[in-house]
């Protein structure tokens, strides 16, 4: 379905902008206005959730501009992990003391984040310029 194809795109290029928007915001000038507003909780939580089930039916579900089962793997995955890392980032900010895999995943997410923000907007946009790579 090219809807699942179009959301797989536009939810890796909008979740690397926020996963890497502080190290962006370092980078491009202008870029802290939008980097102070994707610090939002509530944003944030939604943009994962809706990353990671986009990124699910990506894996389940092949568009027809893609090849089958192939077609959409690193897209999906990516849309994925960056939609756990956005998720626990809320979970994360709560009062009470987080578990060791929320910590685990809120530590890599800020020695790697930057990197996976980053790759993901590469990610989704190869995806969008060439939908019959096999691996994008």
């Not at 077609?71 to 994360?92: E, H, R, W």
């Not at 993901?120 to 060439?130: C, R």
């Amino acid at each position: 379905m090219l809807q699942i194809y179009f959301l797989t795109v536009l939810t890796n290029i909008i979740a690397g902008l926020t996963i890497s928007a502080p190290y962006l915001s370092t980078k491009i000038e202008g870029f802290q206005i939008f980097s102070e507003r994707m610090e939002n909780r509530m944003y944030r939580v939604i943009l994962g959730a809706i990353s990671f089930i986009t990124g699910l039916f990506a894996l389940l579900n092949h568009s027809t501009v893609s090849v089958a089962v192939l077609g959409d793997l690193i897209p999906a995955v990516s849309a994925m992990a960056m939609g756990i890392i956005l998720i626990i980032y809320y979970f994360f900010n709560e009062d009470e003391e987080p578990n060791t895999l929320v910590k685990t995943i809120k530590m890599l997410s800020e020695k790697y984040g930057n990197i996976l923000g980053i790759a993901g907007i590469i990610i989704g946009l190869i995806h969008f310029i060439i939908p019959t790579a096999l691996f994008l």
